[in-house]
């Protein structure tokens, strides 16, 4: 019989591609639905309501469930928001892991990120290094930290779950856009003026759905596994992106102490909209010294090779395009 798995933030770029993974594997999939839920149009997948932050809701969801896969979070690149991020990130990973406990989910496997980890040192990143600490860390790390603490409270009580620690996400189905789809965008259309020195490593949500869902059947009982990609500088980023777009990729790249002093302006120019496209959390993240050492998933998941980065670039261009989105 097909399984009964659970998706929190299904509608999201990484959920609305391993939604359709779970699909074409043979699962019986049920979304948790919290707003638009149009990136699983004609997909053969229930659709529930629920918030994280509504430990109840987490309770009907994930009754009968089989396996659950957590990936609601909000992310941020100016703080807390009001309490938002701490709310949905540590709240909501309170909150899913005790449903998950108390409805007798057999398997939990939950999305933190690599920013659960002190990314600003220096060397390899690997499952053994430092977490963020300190009064000067973003609210975004420290809320990712603050949530795998709160599924480890519940490994401790008997929950069977991993964690699984992603870079940042590429690939189609970004229907938010995304930031760096937001990026993509701009340098297709020319809207994106200059760069900012720095870099950051990419994996294609398509060959991320391929870890958690080797993650549910392979993955050790509370044991966190760093999945992504290679770092990639931005200027390497922007060029390929051009090259795929067909344009030319912007020529100048501002120097670091000039964009963070621009910072407060470009965030203030956002406010009451949309996050701004960078900030000066942003620019201190694509300044992170650490580099991913992704052997053990590898090892444990015997996951394929990951996807070009100009693939991926190429197939979200594509489907930007079919999907009328500027």
Known sequence: MARQVVVTGGTGHLGANLVRALVAHGDRVRA???GDA??????DAERVQGDVRDAAS???????????????????????????VEAVNVGGAANASEAALAEGVRRFVHCSSVHAYDIHRGGPLDESHPRPAGPNVVAYDASKWAGEREVQARIARGLDAVILNPSGILGPHDHGPSRIGRVLLDIRDRRLPALVPGGFAWIDARDLSLAFLAAAERGVRGENYLVGGPWVPMRDFADIAARVAGVRAPRITVPFALAKMAAPLVERMARGEREPLYSGESLVTVQARARMVTTKAQKAFDLPPLRPIAESFADMYAWYGENRIM
């Open 58 to 84: 987490l309770r009907a969801a994930f009754a009968g469930a089989e396996v659950v896969f957590h990936l609601a979070a909000h992310i941020s690149i100016t703080g807390s928001r009001g309490g938002l």
């Open 38 to 43: 149009r990136a699983l149009d004609g997909v």
């Open 32 to 34: 948790v639905v919290y």
